[in-house]
């Protein structure tokens, strides 16, 4: 048995008949099969449209101000400049 089965789920996808001939087609020059080609696809569409974590630190603290947002600008002047 192949190590990755034992992790996956199976499911059934309908596709019509051109874009599995496609699909096959793609499958074949690569020497793979289709459902290679299938779960590559959904493991790059679900990363780029997935939701993504927001880091531990965001929320985190409190510093006591309501007024970040109206001086973001004020606040962050001369960020990253030499204090020279």
């Given at each position: ?56 630190s965001i929320g ?16 962050l002047a001369g ?6």
């Amino acid at each position: 048995m192949v190590p990755y089965m034992a992790r996956t789920q199976k499911t059934t996808v309908y596709l019509d008949v051109t874009e599995y001939q496609r699909l096959r087609r793609i499958a074949r020059a690569r020497g793979c099969a289709p459902a290679l080609l299938v779960r590559e696809a959904v493991a790059e569409y679900t990363a780029r449209h997935g939701t993504r974590r927001k880091p531990r630190s965001i929320g985190a603290f409190a510093s006591g101000r309501t007024d970040l947002g109206e001086r973001a600008e004020e606040l962050l002047a001369g960020m990253g400049r030499s204090r020279r």
